[in-house]
């Protein structure tokens, strides 16, 4: 997959750094020319001679290289690659990275650079939570960075817990390959997606949801990224990791989801996957709801702000498709036609949620999935296939009718 890809690899100052050298090893078994600059902290972790060893190349520290910069290595470093990795991207570089610093080698590359860019975060949960990581993390993120991880689970520090492990070679992999899916069909495009389900809360501690397990948004998310479009997923509470490549907006409500999906906003196009909760409470108790034994408390609901009719009667910055879903467990034709027409969305894949449907495991939950492809043209029965399946053949009509649409104008 990685064949003839030139990637150049920053390493900075974490524990995690003892990973990068197992990726490092994972790019190369996969055809890529690996070139590594280290930062004066990551040589605490790891030294030049090992990364040095498995890249098979000199590695890079300084920035005021007398050799190197004859020909101004720092600028040639990133120009000569296809794409920028840093693992760990620690919250010094990321912060560097965010205002523009360069006073070492890894900063004045990066600072350079006009590649796309791939960041591994790693560090304790505590440093990833701070407002100023969160501040600079969400700058780049803006600024075009991707990011993959930082993942959650047991720390370096004993006893410690929580968001901040980077992410596993393997991972990083993944998403370096659906980087590089350079001439797939969506590559130049932005792609939004939205999945999983939304949680309005009653109280601190109770919510309304629905069944909705994400998985066949994340797979439409999957399916966009490895045709080489840029992702981003904005997803409603769910237990799935986030797909390689793709950008992760995680939001709980429905008021959340539009916000995060209008500032994701421009996009090309716009597939609104997730189960949004129709209504929420009116009000969210400000403490928890007591059972006194007596009367049941009201639970008065108000309406949402409905996402898909929203953006696809935006007058300006509308995407050029919006899809919508619609799971009905009745009349699906019928209902996702007049779905379409109401809500203004090109297209509508309807599937059939009821427990009748005959889905193993339901549709909601479930791995598979049959849908009807509702169109300004007419209805398309598709037959029943993985979701995985169901997201490559949505993603494949998405970039015929993209073609088509340039092809008319
Ligand atoms: C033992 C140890 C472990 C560290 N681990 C991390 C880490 O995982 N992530 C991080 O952002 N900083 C970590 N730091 C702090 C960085 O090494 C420090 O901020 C350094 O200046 C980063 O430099 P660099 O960004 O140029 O690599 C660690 C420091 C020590 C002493």
Not at 123 to 138: L, Y
Not at 160 to 167: C, I, N, P, S, T
Not at 242 to 249: E, K, N, Q
Not at 280 to 306: F, I, Q, V, Y
Request: hydrophobic residues 45%; aromatic residues 4%; neutral net charge.
């Amino acid at each position: 997959m990685l064949e003839d890809k030139r990637l150049l690899l920053i390493i900075g100052g974490g524990i995690a750094a003892y990973k990068s050298l197992d990726l490092i090893r994972r790019l190369k078994e996969r055809g890529a020319s690996v070139r590594v600059v280290m930062t004066s902290a990551a040589q605490h972790f790891i030294t030049p001679l090992a990364a040095g060893a498995l890249s098979h190349d000199r590695v890079f520290t300084e920035l005021f290289d007398r050799e190197a910069e004859q020909d101004i290595g720092h600028i040639r470093l990133s120009r000569e690659a296809d794409l920028l990795i840093v693992a760990p991207a620690t919250a010094d570089l990321m912060a560097k990275m965010a205002h523009g610093l360069a006073d070492d080698l890894a900063s004045a590359v990066l600072l350079a650079n006009t590649r796309p860019v791939l960041l591994a975060p790693a560090m304790n949960p505590a440093m990833w939570a701070n407002v100023a990581t969160r501040r600079n993390a969400a700058q780049l993120a803006a600024d075009g960075v991707r990011f993959v991880g930082p993942n959650a689970g047991a720390m370096a520090e004993r006893g410690e817990d929580g968001a901040g492990r980077m992410a596993e070679p393997l991972e990083i992999v993944a998403t370096v390959e659906a980087m590089l899916a350079a001439g797939g069909p969506l590559s130049g495009r932005h792609v939004l997606v939205t999945s999983g389900p939304t949680h309005e809360p009653i109280d601190p501690v109770r919510y309304i949801a629905n069944r909705s397990s994400g998985k066949q948004g994340h797979a439409i998310a999957a399916a966009a990224a490895r045709a080489g479009a840029r992702v981003t997923l904005v997803s409603g509470p769910v237990n799935l990791p986030a797909p390689p490549g793709v950008t992760l907006r995680p939001v709980e409500s429905a008021r959340d989801m539009l916000a995060a999906v209008e500032t994701a906003l421009p996009a090309d196009v716009a597939i609104f996957a997730a189960a949004v909760a129709d209504w929420r409470a009116a009000s969210e108790a400000p403490e928890k709801m007591k059972k006194d034994g007596g009367a049941l408390p009201p639970l008065a609901l108000t309406e949402n702000p409905d996402i898909l009719a929203t953006i696809a009667h935006r007058t300006s910055g509308r995407p050029r498709l919006v899809i919508g879903f619609a799971a009905e467990t009745q009349n699906v034709v019928a209902y996702a036609q007049a779905k379409r027409a109401r809500k203004g969305c090109d297209w509508i894949v309807a599937n059939d949620v009821s427990a009748h449907s005959g889905i193993p495991g339901g549709v909601m939950g479930g791995d598979t999935n049959e849908v009807h492809l509702i169109t300004a043209e007419g209805s398309e029965a598709w037959p029943r296939a993985s979701k995985a399946e169901v997201a490559a053949r949505l993603i494949a009509r998405i970039a015929a009718a993209l073609g088509e649409r340039e092809s008319e104008s």
